[in-house]
């Protein structure tokens, strides 16, 4: 079974993240273009790929940190890096990172094309889909207009020749996920607005759950207190007791000393 193997395509540029996307697309490959370092890091944390085509430069970040950072997350994808010139530093830091090889394309997507097929169809000439610089032309204008855009919309994919079937495909599920994803957007914000109201509820109920806790507390500790008072009056309490029962004894202990010394009848002297 031959699976359809994945790209990840990391270049800065809009116009020609897209046309290497159609190009690559329809070569049928599966395409996933990121115009940010970043978003495509966190694309290689859920998803293996076959390939990664790489700009240097790139924004935000260095094509070479960004390489270093990819093989650490797939140290087995081998990596084209796309350059403006070739330049001996760069070459030297492609080979050091283990770069699959290192191309100055200059809008010659066919070499690109070529060095792609070679890494991932070796042996195999795959049918190439040969567009006119005014068909890619006439494609970025549409697709530069947004996620309203609809595969229909592109004149010439009708009459695209039986072997553009997959492009065909291709652009129809990026219409599809496109759409999805401003529909996932939405949700999302949704969600967002719902579980910050959400978290305000909880921390306020928080808060007063600490407030409660501490006026438990502190009337624990009052109640420690008025407990060790009260046993203080308890045993103060039964010291009294047992002193009036000893007085008590001693008085009576007296009465029966004066009925003995003066019995009743007699007189003192």
């Known amino acids: 079974m031959n699976f359809v193997k994945k790209i990840l395509l990391v270049h800065g540029d809009t116009k020609t993240r897209r046309t290497l996307t159609v190009l690559l697309a329809g070569a049928g490959y599966d395409v996933r273009p990121c115009g940010r370092a970043e978003v495509a890091l966190e694309t290689a944390h859920s998803e293996w790929f076959d390939l990664s085509l790489v700009a240097d430069p790139l924004p935000e970040m260095s094509s070479f940190s960004f390489i270093e950072a990819l093989k650490k997350l797939q140290p087995s994808v081998p990596v084209l890096l796309l350059v403006n010139q070739l330049e001996l530093p760069s070459v030297i830091k492609g080979i050091r990172l283990a770069v699959a090889d290192v191309l100055a394309p200059g809008g010659d997507w066919a070499l690109v094309m070529e060095r792609v097929n070679a890494i ?20 970025e204008t549409i697709l530069a207009k947004g996620s309203d855009v609809t595969i229909s919309t592109i004149p010439f994919v009708a009459d695209l020749p039986p072997q553009a079937g997959v492009l065909r495909e291709e652009l129809q599920r990026l219409a599809r996920e496109r759409s999805d994803f401003k529909k996932t957007a939405e949700r999302l914000a949704q969600e967002k607005t719902s579980l910050e109201a959400e978290l305000k509820t909880h921390l306020a109920r928080h808060t007063d759950v600490a407030r409660l806790e501490a006026e438990l507390g502190k009337l624990r500790s009052e109640q420690e207190v008025v407990a060790a008072a009260q046993a203080a009056v308890d045993d103060k309490a039964r010291a009294l007791a047992a002193a009036r029962e000893e007085l008590a004894r001693e008085r009576a202990a007296l009465a029966a000393e004066r009925r003995r010394v003066c019995p009743p009848g007699t007189r003192s002297a």
């Open 120 to 139: 991932l169809r070796p042996g195999e000439t795959p049918a190439q889909l040969e567009l006119t610089p005014e068909e890619l032309a006439e494609v």
